[in-house]
């Protein structure tokens, strides 16, 4: 059981670029997210899906594009990278029942220069 | 828009002392709260939740306050260890698999 696992940790990124960030779960989680995280601050939610085929826009969602064909991948797209995407990014998924709190990635470290 | 923030961006404690942290938020439909730690490099950990039909819950070493009537939430950490320094957030959510809405931190450092 690896949890939630994001790939890559590290990337940077010229202006212009686009790619796409990877996170899987093994857990069927039907809920997965996208969450971005700049420094000295809390997470903002992106992109997020309650199951397979379904995606819905968070708070700061431009910029970004999402699907969620399986109920264990949960891939985000930038689609023309910009230095103000430069950010750490959290991938995190759960059950919909409550009481299980939201299980994290360990992160991807994106510099856009 | 509505947010959930938090009073104090640093706490510092003695080892061993009680800490507290805490959380206001203004949206007055969630209905769910969690508090999270964050280790230096790391992602969030779930460390305990609340549901809104409740005003108090216990874990290990931590127990979860809220009161609705003000909109406050708060963590307390008994017995606080080096361990615990850390960034701390409360979330909260207002319908199951909905958006679950961070709080801006407060940094917990232990001192030995």
């Known amino acids: 059981n690896a949890g939630v696992t994001q790939t890559p940790k590290f990337q940077v990124l010229k202006t212009g670029q686009s790619m796409t960030l990877q996170c899987a779960q093994d857990?069927?989680?039907?809920?997965m997210s996208w969450y971005r995280q700049d420094p000295g601050m809390g997470l903002r939610l992106i992109h997020y899906?309650?199951?397979?085929?379904?995606?819905d826009q968070g708070e700061v969602p431009n910029g970004y594009n999402v699907s969620r064909s399986t109920t264990e991948d949960f891939p985000l797209r930038l689609l023309s990278a910009a230095p103000s995407q430069t950010s750490v990014y959290f991938c995190?998924?759960?059950?919909?029942?409550?009481?299980?709190?939201?299980?994290f990635g360990s992160g991807t470290r994106l510099t856009v220069v | 828009g509505e947010s959930v923030g938090l009073h104090l961006p640093t706490l510092s404690v003695q080892e061993g002392d009680n800490s507290i942290i805490n959380c206001a938020y203004s949206?007055?439909?969630?209905?769910?709260f969690i508090w999270y730690k964050q280790e230096s490099g790391k992602g969030p950990q779930f460390i305990i939740d609340?549901?809104?039909?409740?005003d108090k819950r216990q874990g290990q070493r931590v127990t979860v306050l809220l009161n609705k009537t003000v909109k406050h939430l708060s963590l307390q950490i008994a017995a606080t260890q080096p361990g615990d320094s850390a960034v701390y957030f409360c979330?909260?959510?207002?319908?199951?698999?909905?958006?679950?809405?961070f709080g801006g931190g407060t940094r917990l450092m232990v001192k030995p």
């Open positions: 857990m069927n989680h039907e809920y």
């Open positions: 979330a909260e959510e207002k319908d199951a698999g909905n958006m679950l809405t």
């Open positions: 609340i549901r809104s039909n409740m």
């Open positions: 949206n007055s439909a969630s209905d769910y």
């Open positions: 995190a998924s759960s059950y919909l029942d409550r009481g299980y709190g939201y299980t």
């Open positions: 899906s309650v199951g397979a085929g379904i995606t």
